[in-house]
């Protein structure tokens, strides 16, 4: 299975002070505020080409299309990450806390996000996929997610990804070290954030190269969508120079050696511009 479509490109790499919260109002439950210790941005160049615009893929995505049942679980190699916990929405504000990732999704023009909260044996796994207005509202998103890097007052003002429930053992993201991904799929950004389970400082980094590149599997539903385009734009007599995206596999890749998997375009190395296309 593919991870993403296209060739890869680096738009962002942060490394953050961990920075975790707990919010509690009158009638609502406790909320996971938290950063991750790494993140990292890419683009997949076929989505950004034929989902460039939501308008020419307007249907919001239902539960079926992430969550059938029977079919949950994600899995690759010998891990497998089951399914905890799950939230579709068109209130994407409530995906996000911070002032700059509220901005962003605000500025964004969101009108969906998809969430869901994954465990397996050893590691935490949380994905989002956010609909948005275009290639470059994605974009923004994006980078209004990454952790600042400067004075605490500017990390402040940051913000990041909220899991779709604060239950355990989700309240541990961020108390231990954790690696996120972020990717431009056209007008979807894809969120990635994991960690694992007896993981207590964020200082000790860890390899979680394997667990990213199988959470990475739940954008699938987006590949359906740059088919189902393709197959649209070619039977209108339009060329798209493309094979079909479940046929590309140059995304997350299993060789990279940075501890996020960045794969045949990366080396996971904060701060780090990363190369294109090197496999």
């Known amino acids: ?165 604060s239950q355990e053992p989700f309240n541990l993201l961020g108390s231990g070290y954790s690696s996120a991904e972020a990717t431009v799929n056209g007008h979807y950004l894809v969120v990635l954030w994991v960690q694992s389970k007896d993981s207590a400082s964020a200082e000790e980094i860890e390899v979680l190269q394997q667990p990213l590149v199988t959470l990475s599997r739940f954008d699938m539903p987006i590949y359906q969508r740059i088919n189902e385009r393709k197959n649209f734009l070619e039977a209108h007599g339009e060329d798209t120079g493309a094979e079909d995206a479940g046929a590309e596999d140059t995304g997350t890749g299993e060789t990279g050696a940075g501890d996020a998997g960045t794969g045949e375009t990366g080396t996971g190395v904060e701060g780090t511009e990363l190369p294109q296309g090197t496999g």
């Open 1 to 165: 299975m593919p991870v993403l479509v296209g060739v890869l490109v680096v738009a962002v790499i942060a490394l953050a002070v961990v920075v975790v919260m707990r919010f509690t109002g009158p009638g609502t439950p406790e909320t996971v505020q938290a950063m991750p210790s790494r993140y990292q941005v890419y683009e997949a160049g076929q989505a950004n080409e034929l989902l460039a615009d939501r308008d020419d893929d307007p249907r919001p995505f239902t539960e079926h299309d992430f969550f059938s049942e029977g079919d949950t679980d994600i899995s690759s190699r010998e891990l497998t990450f089951a399914l905890q916990a799950q939230d579709i929405s068109e209130n994407c504000t409530e995906a996000v806390w911070g002032p700059r990732a509220l901005a962003a999704v605000e500025s964004a023009d969101c009108s969906q996000v998809v969430r869901a909260g994954y465990v397996s044996d050893e590691h935490i796994g949380v994905a989002a996929v956010f609909k948005l207005r275009d290639v470059e509202a994605a974009r923004t998103l994006a980078e209004g997610l990454a952790p600042a890097e400067e004075d605490a007052a500017e990390k402040a003002e940051g913000g990041f990804l909220v899991p779709p429930t």
